[in-house]
């Protein structure tokens, strides 16, 4: 009778994607009843905290896999990619907790200004450069983080400036940057994502 042992990149794999399902579980449950659109407050600072944390696990980790892969496969240790992840998250936790400190509920004019601003950053040379660089073989979480904060930035904008507390745009906003993790840059869609985000932002404004 033979045996079959679980290598650590397909604990790891297990292990990401899972958390990420029950992140998004959690997120969702947390976050109902709370979208009020532009209007949104942001709860309590331990409220937020668990939220966004929930919500970057659920968003995030898909689009990580590769990066916690390579990882795994390099020191060949399940630790590794728990460590790699851990340090992913704080990066974006970080992000939160400065999130936390500058939003107010606004209106639908600051909402169109920074959804304009999110479209023109996608044009950006930082956001490409950024978006390579996370693309690479990341030499830690942090620094992976740190180039998908670049990357991701002008679209977690958008999510703070339509509905925090949506589970729709948090939806489409994971969607678009788990295509742009996965996918390499490419004009014919690069250019039409911005102007569609232009767009977005003139018709909130109007």
Known sequence: MTSTRTTPTAVALAATLGLAAVAWVVAVR?????????????????????????????????GAVPAVLERTRSEGRVRTALLFVAEYLAVWTLVGLAAYV?????????????????????????????RRRCREGPHSGFEYGVYCVGSSIGLMVILLALGPMSTLWMAIVAAVVLA?????????????????????????LA
Do not use: N
Request: net charge negative; charged share 15%.
């Open 30 to 62: 947390r976050m109902a009843g709370m979208d009020m659109g532009v209007a949104t407050d942001l709860g309590s600072f331990g409220f937020f905290v668990g939220v966004w944390v929930a919500m970057m696990a659920a968003m995030m980790l898909p």
């Open 102 to 130: 500058v939003y107010r509920p606004h209106g639908d004019v600051a909402a169109g200004v920074l959804t304009l601003a999110a479209g023109l950053y996608e044009l950006t040379p930082l956001k490409r450069e950024c």
């Open 180 to 204: 742009q993790k996965l996918l390499p840059p490419a004009a014919a869609v690069d250019i039409p994502l911005a102007l569609a985000i232009l767009v977005l932002g003139v018709i909130v």
